[in-house]
């Protein structure tokens, strides 16, 4: 089986000591491919460097809302230019953060609809990141149109993913769904269609039940994998089949 983790952050520092060994795990336990998000300008140029020497590595290239007071109107110059010289896979890890208490939410959409519309004239899908925002995210999106991207770490209602699917948007699933009481995630992995979903582990974030407390990493995402197959009542081989093809689809590899 081979397996896409459409979201994981393998050039942040957590990773420094051990990044080798650690893709080297991953790809024992059949992660093939990885989609690298950036979350300031100062990273694209070692995440595009990084991306580029290994294979199965794809870089998505954009700033994320939390770190709102590090982004400049010439990131946003420097963003198209990057694009137009690397073409990355994506645009992201873009959108709004509502849930960050005194994160500047005018400044969040300026800079979201900013970098949507460098998606859209590149042609390239996004990387959303969403909390407590979805119904902006959503009327944004429908306003500035874009090659659709994944809606990562999905925790939306299921009327929420509909409206993402049908503007060509796959939801992002992972750790989370190891974990027991995720009953409401988990309810709405085993209702949604199987080809609006992909895996993905946030790593080194919001790791897997079993790793609990520990840094997370993509070598566990056989692991969302198998709690996606089981809330499911699907197979593994079935799961994992669906899940990379839907990536590929979504990204245009």
Sequence with gaps: MQLFD???????EEFDEDRNEVLARSRDAGVTHILVPAVTAQAWGYLITFCASEPGLHPALGMHPIYIDQHTDEHLQQLEQRIAETRPSAVGEIGLDYFVEGLDRERQQVLFEAQLVIAREAGLPVVLHVRKSHDQVLQTLRRIKVK???????????????????????LGFGGMLTYERSNKLRKLAKELPMESIVLETDAPDMTVASHRGERNSPEYLPECLAALAEVRGESLEYVAEQTIKNAFAVLGL
Excluded at 148 to 168: E, K, M, R, T, V
């Design 148 to 170: 659709g991207g994944i809606s990562h770490a999905f925790n939306g209602s299921l009327q929420q993913a509909q409206q993402y699917i049908d503007l060509g948007f796959k």
């Design 6 to 12: 459409t979201h994981c952050h393998l050039d942040v």
